[in-house]
């Protein structure tokens, strides 16, 4: 099983933009599709974006479509996600995670990453 430890978190202005990164320990990361969720305060949590274990295929919320890219490299044991145009509804504490791709989101998490703040003022 894999360990997620995400980065890249901080304040930036509305507009702005930030990547957040995620590194994963162990071999087994290529097996995993791995995802981003996020929970802002007084809020569940909830899906961002998810990758395919390949990267091939990628899905989004609605909500951060257009503004937000994730990506992989499995050589480097990493998933991204770019977050362009950030909003400040956007600000919350980011979640990569480790699970299964299932109708476009991600499903049956079976890692979940510490989280990384991200604040974005108006």
Do not use: H
């Not at 977050?83 to 509804?89: G, R, T």
């Amino acid at each position: 099983q894999v360990q997620l430890v995400e980065s890249g978190g901080g304040l930036v202005q509305a507009g702005g933009s930030l990547r957040l990164s995620c590194a994963a320990s162990g071999r087994a990361f290529s097996r995993y599709n791995m995802g981003w969720f996020r929970q802002a305060p007084g809020k569940e949590r909830e899906f961002v974006a998810v990758i395919s274990r390949s990267g091939g295929n990628t899905y989004y919320a609605d909500s951060v479509k257009g503004r937000f890219t994730i990506s992989r490299d499995n050589a480097k044991n990493t998933v991204y996600l770019q977050m362009n145009s950030l909003k400040p509804e956007d600000t919350a504490v980011y979640y990569c995670a480790a699970g299964t791709l299932v109708a476009g989101t991600l499903k049956y998490v079976e890692v979940w990453g510490q989280g990384t703040l991200v604040t974005v003022s108006s």
